[in-house]
């Protein structure tokens, strides 16, 4: 039975790495915002195990994006699904606003999440294609 568990985790692990070559990324995710809306975009939180080990709320960093649209978190709770988690760990919901907007374009926005930990810094990043409407 041991032998067979320690044989199939690298099976397991090729056929994961295996599905997309080195380096290669989903294409961004595209939103649609109009004047004044705020959407969440997220969760926020890290974990280990399914325990926490984030301290405090990370940073924000827009790397790129236009004016007008700004990102916040809203502290609370958040249940990890993606880990299959059981319980709700501190963290928040990444919000996006946009304000301003007088005239319909389209824009890419990158921004960075700079984590602490107990384990040290991390850092997140993610990128959206807007469609921004008056």
């Known amino acids: 039975m041991r032998i067979c568990t320690v044989a199939l985790v690298p099976l397991a692990l090729a056929s994961i790495l295996g599905s997309a070559p080195a380096g290669a990324q989903a294409p961004p995710t595209r939103l649609a915002l109009k004047n004044g809306e705020t959407i969440q ?44 988690c059981a319980a709700k760990v501190p963290g928040g919901r990444l919000m996006m606003s946009v304000k301003g907007i007088t005239e319909q374009t389209e824009a890419k926005v990158t921004y960075r999440l700079n984590y602490k930990t107990k384990d040290g810094p991390r850092q997140t990043s993610q990128s959206y294609i807007l469609s921004l409407f008056p």
């Open 41 to 84: 975009v997220g969760n926020v939180y890290w974990i280990m195990n399914c325990r926490p080990v984030m301290i405090g709320l990370p940073e924000i960093e827009i790397l790129e994006g236009p004016a007008g649209v700004t990102l916040s978190i809203k502290e609370e709770e958040v249940l990890p699904r993606v880990h299959g």
